[in-house]
């Protein structure tokens, strides 16, 4: 299965409940994620997707990242906002990641026929909701999708 088919199991799975969604993005927690989604509530959930072992052993790679998810920081005082997700979850496909390998601060999806089933719920990691100057980024930047077909910049560099 390839990674936009599991980014599209989980749009189609999940968008009743964070109707926000966008796909590879960069603009809330300063790395890209391959899928954010957004509650109606205002809490973001990252779903980082895996399509390899190898995919997933490299992640850990990511210092920062990681020690961001450990440890969010607190609200910066532009965004209102840390630059870590509420939520955290690995999705792969059914049996490629053990439960055994999963950090404590993620969750961890199964693709089992093209459908996200829950492995490991996450935990939340702060109690902070996405800030409106970030909701009205992603809003741009999917306007900026539909228009151009990709972001303003690499359609301008085009």
């Known amino acids: 299965m390839k990674g936009t088919e599991i980014q599209d199991s989980i749009l189609v799975g999940f968008y009743k409940s964070k109707p926000l969604a966008i ?3 960069s603009g809330i927690t300063g790395y890209e994620g391959d899928v954010m989604m957004v509650s109606p509530s205002g ?10 072992r190898a995919d997933f052993k490299k992640d850990f790679s990511k210092v920062s990242k990681h020690n ?3 440890k969010p920081n607190a609200p910066s005082k532009s965004w209102g906002y840390p630059y870590a997700p509420n939520y955290f979850y ?3 496909i059914d049996g490629l990641i053990k439960k055994d390998e999963v950090p404590a601060y993620a969750g961890l999806i199964y693709i089992v026929g ?3 089933v829950i492995i490991i ?4 990691l702060h109690n902070h ?5 970030l909701k009205d980024r992603i809003g ?6 539909t228009i151009f077909g990709s972001s303003y910049l690499r359609h301008k560099h085009k």
């Open 140 to 145: 741009r930047t999917l306007s900026l999708r």
């Open 114 to 116: 093209g459908i996200p």
């Open 129 to 133: 909701k996405l800030a409106q100057p």
């Open 90 to 92: 690995y999705v792969c």
């Open 68 to 70: 961001r998810l450990k």
């Open 23 to 25: 796909t590879n993005y």
């Open 43 to 52: 809490f973001v959930t990252e779903y980082e997707v895996k399509t390899s």
């Open 121 to 124: 719920k996450a935990k939340r």
